[in-house]
């Protein structure tokens, strides 16, 4: 077949138009754009040579000021920022968002940009006191996919507070691609928070996290059950884990109502669906390990 054999691509054609007459979504919404992936993640970057200058240098730096260096930089995520904001308020409204209404929101989120990197600190130093393989504050921070996933989770929270639609998960869906840690920017999460290794970690929307806390690999922290679908929205679906809490690898927790009381550990492949006292170390009863010979041991005497 020739690679120009119009009458194959006009049946093609024919095909697909109609799928896009039957399904408006395959279209979008007319007269507006969706917010784009590659600028937000640009942003992330950005933002990320903000918390942690010396890590992600750049040439922009040398021979300049911080205080000029931060303006130049802020100015530039501002100007993007609000463009991705305003798309995203427009296409979701449908009506065309006030510009003033974006920048209010950027330079809201701007304001908190302080704060994100105290508690981002604060996490470097979880991060480095709760892993004994950590070299240095430094590895953690350039290296650690639990540090990044938490970087992110902690920019888009920002966003998903205010209500900005579709840019917190683009992020915080660009970082579990990343890292295999999928943290929803809905969620609460303290001080000082960890997670080792990281990958198959699951922090769902309405998670409460204390300070202190550091998870494994493979924790879930799920509803109970989502057959509802969107009748769930807005509901408490998942756990409330209090200060101090440990929870090793593989173990899941999950519904609104279930409490991780503070200063417990939860043993790895533990499943928790109620709550739980301070104090507590949950596990569960591993069955009895049984050893024996695939085949018989050959005997060769007392001289070998």
Do not use: W
């Amino acid at each position: 077949m020739a690679c120009n054999d119009k009458k194959i691509l006009h049946e093609i054609s024919l095909t697909m138009s109609e799928n896009y007459r039957e399904h408006e979504l395959l279209l979008g919404k007319s007269g507006y754009k969706l917010p784009d992936r590659s600028v937000i993640i640009f942003v992330l970057k950005e933002i990320r040579k903000l918390m942690f200058p010396g890590h992600y240098f750049d040439d922009e730096m040398v021979g300049e000021e911080p205080e000029v260096y931060l303006e130049y930089r802020l100015h530039k995520i501002a100007c993007m920022l609000s463009r991705q904001i305003r798309l995203a308020m427009s296409y979701e409204k449908e009506k065309e968002c006030d510009t003033d209404c974006a920048e209010r929101i950027t330079y809201e989120f701007l304001d908190e940009l302080p704060e994100i990197q105290k508690l981002l600190l604060k996490d470097v130093e979880a991060g480095f006191d709760g892993d004994p393989a950590a070299k240095s504050k430094e590895s953690v921070i350039i290296s650690y996919p639990g540090l990044f996933a938490i970087f992110v989770y902690r920019v888009a929270h920002e966003l998903y507070v205010r209500n900005v639609p579709y840019i917190p998960r683009i992020m915080t869906e660009y970082a579990h691609s990343r890292t295999g840690i999928d943290i929803n920017a809905g969620a609460t999460i303290g001080e000082y928070f960890f997670i080792d290794h990281g990958t198959g970690v699951v922090i769902g929307e309405t998670t409460e996290i204390g300070d202190h806390v550091k998870l494994y690999q493979g924790v879930t922290l799920g509803a109970l059950s989502t057959r509802k679908g969107q009748g769930l929205s807005g509901v408490k679906r998942h756990p409330i884990i209090e200060d101090n809490v440990t929870i090793y690898a593989n173990s899941t927790i999950l519904g609104g109502q279930t409490r991780i009381g503070h200063d417990s550990v939860i043993s790895g492949n533990t499943f928790i669906i109620e709550s739980i006292p301070a104090g507590t170390k949950a596990s569960n009863e591993l069955p009895a390990v049984r050893f024996a010979p695939q085949y018989e041991v050959p005997y060769y005497g007392d001289n070998i």
